[in-house]
RNA sequence: GGAGGGAUGGCAGAGCGGUAAUGCAGCGGAUUGCUAAUCCGUCAACCCGAUAGGGUUGCGGGGGUUCGAGUCCCCCUCCCUCCGCCA
């Protein structure tokens, strides 16, 4: 969500960031939107003066006796223009909060510009590309060929886009995430949580999926929602609080099933576990000072990178461009995990500074001592990693001709020191 | 699923038809060797206004009754307690 009092001061500055996004220009609209409101309003709240100040009148009159009803017939010729003057208040009200939810957060300055994920830009680098001598093979040829990954087992109950792991696959997810949780907690100063999969409107309306994208959510008759990441319960911790300043940062962490109706990637992805319905995720949530986010999200970027140092995955840092970024994100970095099967770099973590945009939808505030009124806090997210892909790319970086995999010295002792996965 | 209770400012907590008590916290100021204490103001959001200041809204949300609604009526949401069921 926007502030409407910066877009008031710096109309230009608004547009020229919604036009790097791809945009139209709405400053134009938003403020003659927001100047018929105020206006609307300005009158509602003079004739609303006028009421109570005759009805004021009314009651004093009745205590001494007297008559009042040439007030109270005032009052009544009033009240149907007040009525009128409300209706259109709430209207305009309403059109400008539906015109400003569904507009995305601007890109911050050291954001390149560009149209979609070609015109990323390449941070960094860490570890080189495996390229085996021999032709390697894909995670779910590998899976499949081991008898430990059926997507047609999934899918007799299921349908597309889901998967069953059985023995050293499925104990390799636990292993992962267990992996990720006790890194993220133990050295990188994040608290576990664990978060409820399924909220209400106003959760996701606050990170931001709402109401634009709720063809990509999974609902249910009740209506709740399932998360598509614990971004949304986590940044939700805050949502109404009002913190206080030395309550920063707040660093959570969870690991959680995402749940994604994967409505616009029809034909994307359709072998294999990289886009599933369903898949499980450790993610990162810092709520930080504004002074502090764009550090915090170079540091939050170097927690998910650990991940894959310590499993051994070369991997690259890009720089979102304006085009590719997500509607809550001021700045994204993402980063990639090499994976010799495909022969690319394929995403496995994205890390987004949000700025004060969630914090504005959701009512995330700060108290500063010594200072009055409150302050949105920043929000920021990121994957810690996705786990479903980086037991891909433990597969397929693992690999031997033979189709077996070893298990990356990180994961061995959460996997009862099992060091290779191989048919039999 | 059944029965009951509740939702008021950052927090606590009164009010039950006539301009939202009070306490704590916060902010501004006064006083005071320092601290503490005390006193006064302020205390949310929004609108008008260059400022001073003025005004409106705000008692979970929406509608209704009334000259006037936190207070009365209707609908909805959420929270809590007890019973039942259940991992």
């Known amino acids: 969500m926007h502030d409407l009092k910066l877009i008031r001061e710096t109309p230009d500055a608004f547009d020229a960031g919604l036009l790097r996004r791809g ?3 709405q400053s134009t609209k ?21 009421r109570n ?21 005032k009052v009544q010729t009033l009240k149907e223009r007040i009525g009128e003057a409300e209706a259109r208040e709430r209207t305009l009200g309403e059109e400008l909060e539906a015109l400003l939810a569904n507009l995305p957060n601007l890109p911050g300055p050291d954001v390149p510009d560009g149209n979609d994920e070609y015109d990323n830009v390449e941070v960094r680098r860490h570890g080189e590309p495996a390229r085996p001598a021999f032709a390697a093979k894909e995670h779910f040829e590998l899976g499949e060929a ?5 997507f047609d087992l999934a899918a007799k109950m299921s349908g597309a886009r889901f998967v069953v792991l059985r023995g050293a696959l ?16 133990g050295e990188h100063d994040y608290a576990e949580i664990l978060p409820p999969a399924l909220v209400r409107d106003n959760a996701v309306y606050g990170t931001g999926q709402l109401p634009k994208f709720a063809e990509d959510l999974f609902h249910t008759d009740d209506g709740y929602w399932l998360i598509p990441t614990a971004e949304v319960p986590l940044t939700n911790l805050v949502a109404d609080e009002i913190l206080d300043a030395e309550d920063f940062p707040i660093r959570v962490t969870a690991w959680t099933p995402c749940f994604r109706s994967e409505a616009g990637a029809a034909g994307k992805d359709t072998r294999g576990m990289i886009r599933q319905h369903q898949f499980s995720k450790v993610e990162l ?11 915090e999200l170079e540091r939050m970027t170097g927690c998910a990178e650990e991940v894959l140092k310590r499993l051994g995955l070369p991997y690259r840092v890009v720089t979102l ?3 590719d970024m997500g509607f809550g994100a001021r700045k994204t970095y993402d980063i990639e995990v090499w994976l010799p099967g495909q022969g690319r770099y394929r995403e496995i973590s994205s890390c987004s500074n949000c700025w004060d945009f969630q914090a504005r939808r959701m009512g995330g ?50 996997m009862g020191g099992l060091e290779r996965i191989a048919a039999g």
């Open 23 to 25: 945009m139209t220009p």
């Open 30 to 50: 938003v403020l003659e939107l927001d100047a018929t409101r105020r206006k609307v309003q300005t009158e509602l709240q003079d004739m609303l003066q006028q």
């Open 53 to 73: 100040e005759a009805s004021r009148a009314v009651g004093e009159k009745k205590r001494k006796g007297e008559t009042a009803d040439s007030l109270i017939k």
């Open 146 to 150: 081991l008898g430990l990954m059926s």
């Open 170 to 185: 499925a104990r390799m997810e636990r292993a992962l995430a267990s992996f990720m949780l006790d890194l993220h907690t």
């Open 285 to 295: 949530v810092s709520i930080v000072h504004p002074d502090e986010s764009d550090a």
């Open 321 to 323: 461009c304006t085009g």
């Open 365 to 414: 505030r700060f108290r500063t001592p010594g200072e009055k009124g409150t302050r949105f806090v920043h929000t920021l997210n990121g994957s810690g990693v996705a786990v479903g892909r980086a037991m891909i790319a433990v597969m397929e970086n693992y690999q031997s001709e033979d189709g077996s995999i070893m298990v990356p010295d990180a994961l061995r002792p959460y």
